[in-house]
C-alpha cells in the first residue's frame, strides 16, 4: 500500500479510535453510577416493578453497547497492527484485496463485501438447536377445540402469584388472584360439563350445564 494511502487509513482508524474510547468512557461512567441513584430516588422498594424493570433494561443494554465498543475497539488495534505490517486492506476469507471504499466507510474490515455476504448468509442458515426440538410443536393458536393445558392456563396459573400489577393497580382487586385479564375464569374448563369433576370448583350446576331451552326454542318445538 501506498504511502498516502497508508497515512488516510491510519488518520481514519485513528479518529475511530478516539470515537470508541470517548463511547467506552461515557458508558463505563454510566453503568458505575447505581441504579438507586440513576432513578433519583432514596430508596427502590417503593418503586412500581415497571419503572424499575424498564431502568433495569437501559442498564442491561448499556453493558451490550459497551462490551459492543470494547469489540470494535480491539478490532480497530489489530487493524493498526496490519496497517504496520502490511497486511492492512486484503480479506482475510479469500486473500483478494478489499475495496477501498468499503475501507473508507469501515476502516477495521477484514473482509471483502463477497465474502461478509456469504458469511451474513451462512449465519442466518445456522438455526439455534432449540428449533430441532420445537420445530414439531404448532403454536397455541393453531390448535383448535383442544382439550388440553395450554398457555392462556399456564398464564392464569403463574399471574396469581404477581404480575407488574399489585392488588392496588386494579380497581375492585383483593388479592393477587384479582389482578390480571380473566382473572375470574375458571382454570382447565374448556366446557360447562367439565365442571362436574372439580369437587365444588367451577361449575357444578346442572342448569348451567344444560340449560333450559330458551322461549324461541320452546315455541318452535
Given at each position: 500500500m501506498e504511502q498516502e494511502r497508508k497515512r488516510e487509513f491510519r488518520?481514519?482508524?485513528?479518529?475511530?479510535?478516539?470515537?470508541?474510547?470517548?463511547?467506552?468512557?461515557?458508558?463505563?461512567?454510566?453503568?458505575?453510577?447505581?441504579?438507586?441513584?440513576?432513578v433519583q430516588e432514596l430508596s427502590s422498594y417503593d418503586q412500581h416493578s415497571t419503572d424499575l424493570g424498564s431502568?433495569?433494561?437501559?442498564r442491561s443494554k448499556d453493558v451490550g453497547l459497551r462490551d459492543n465498543a470494547r469489540l470494535e475497539l480491539a478490532m480497530v488495534?489489530?487493524?493498526?497492527?496490519?496497517?504496520e505490517d502490511g497486511t492492512y486492506g486484503i480479506c482475510e476469507s479469500c486473500g483478494l484485496p478489499i475495496d477501498i471504499d468499503?475501507?473508507?466507510?469501515?476502516?477495521?474490515?477484514?473482509?471483502?463485501?463477497?465474502?461478509?455476504?456469504?458469511a451474513e448468509d451462512e449465519a442466518e442458515?445456522?438455526?439455534p438447536v432449540e428449533e430441532e426440538v420445537l420445530s414439531f410443536h404448532r403454536s397455541f393458536t393453531d390448535r383448535q377445540d383442544s382439550v388440553i393445558y395450554d398457555g392462556e392456563d399456564t398464564w392464569q396459573d403463574l399471574a396469581r402469584y404477581g404480575t407488574a400489577n399489585s392488588p392496588q393497580d386494579?380497581?375492585?382487586?383483593?388479592?393477587?388472584?384479582?389482578?390480571?385479564?380473566?382473572?375470574?375464569?375458571?382454570?382447565?374448563?374448556v366446557s360447562a360439563i367439565d365442571g362436574i369433576e372439580d369437587l365444588g370448583e367451577g361449575v357444578t350446576d346442572l342448569d348451567?350445564?344444560?340449560p333450559p331451552p330458551s322461549e324461541e326454542e320452546s315455541r318452535r318445538d
Open positions: 488518520r481514519l482508524l485513528e479518529r475511530e479510535e478516539g470515537r470508541l474510547e470517548e463511547t467506552l468512557a461515557n458508558l463505563e461512567r454510566n453503568l458505575a453510577q447505581s441504579q438507586k441513584d440513576s431502568e433495569t433494561f437501559e488495534h489489530e487493524a493498526m497492527e496490519r496497517l468499503r475501507l473508507r466507510a469501515l476502516p477495521a474490515a477484514t473482509t471483502c463485501v463477497r465474502c461478509q455476504e456469504l442458515r445456522r438455526r386494579v380497581p375492585g382487586a383483593i388479592d393477587y388472584e384479582d389482578v390480571y385479564i380473566e382473572a375470574d375464569e375458571a382454570q382447565g374448563l348451567d350445564i344444560y
